[in-house]
Nanobody
Framework: VQLQASGGGLVQTGGSLRLSCAAS????????VGWFRQAPGKERRFVAA????????SYADSVKGRFTISRDNAKNTAYLQMSSLNPEDTAVYYC???????????????????WGQGTQVTVSS
């Protein structure tokens, strides 16, 4: 499966953005999807994940209550709705996928096999 992340941009503190992760090559409902972010000079960190059906989600503590992960398998797309953004959210955001298995959602980027190219999110103060 190939993933294409989009929707990043420049937004002021308190603003919102919606990121999209469009899949091609294979149907997205075969995969769990995660969003990760990487700020300059820092390691890639978990943001949120959603299982293949959308029935289970997981969030990093830093984004709980502000970000919402979702998916539309009919459109072969996953989303990350981000609200109440602050400068600490500035990073390149990546979507990733792993073949669905009967296991808890993973926050470990090393467990995700397929990656999109990343989209830049910049939050100005």
């Amino acid at each position: 499966v190939q993933l294409q992340a989009s929707g990043g941009g420049l937004v002021q503190t308190g603003g919102s953005l919606r990121l999209s992760c469009a899949a091609s090559g294979r149907t997205l409902n075969l995969y769990d999807v995660g969003w990760f972010r990487q700020a300059p000079g820092k390691e890639r960190r978990f943001v949120a994940a959603i299982n293949w059906s959308g029935g289970d989600t997981s969030y990093a503590d830093s984004v709980k209550g502000r970000f919402t992960i979702s998916r539309d398998n009919a459109k072969n797309t996953a989303y990350l709705q981000m609200s109440s953004l602050n400068p600490e959210d500035t990073a390149v955001y990546y979507c990733a996928a792993v073949v669905r298995l009967p296991r808890p959602l993973s926050s470990n980027p090393n467990e995700y096999i397929y990656w999109g190219q990343g989209t830049q999110v910049t939050v100005s103060s």
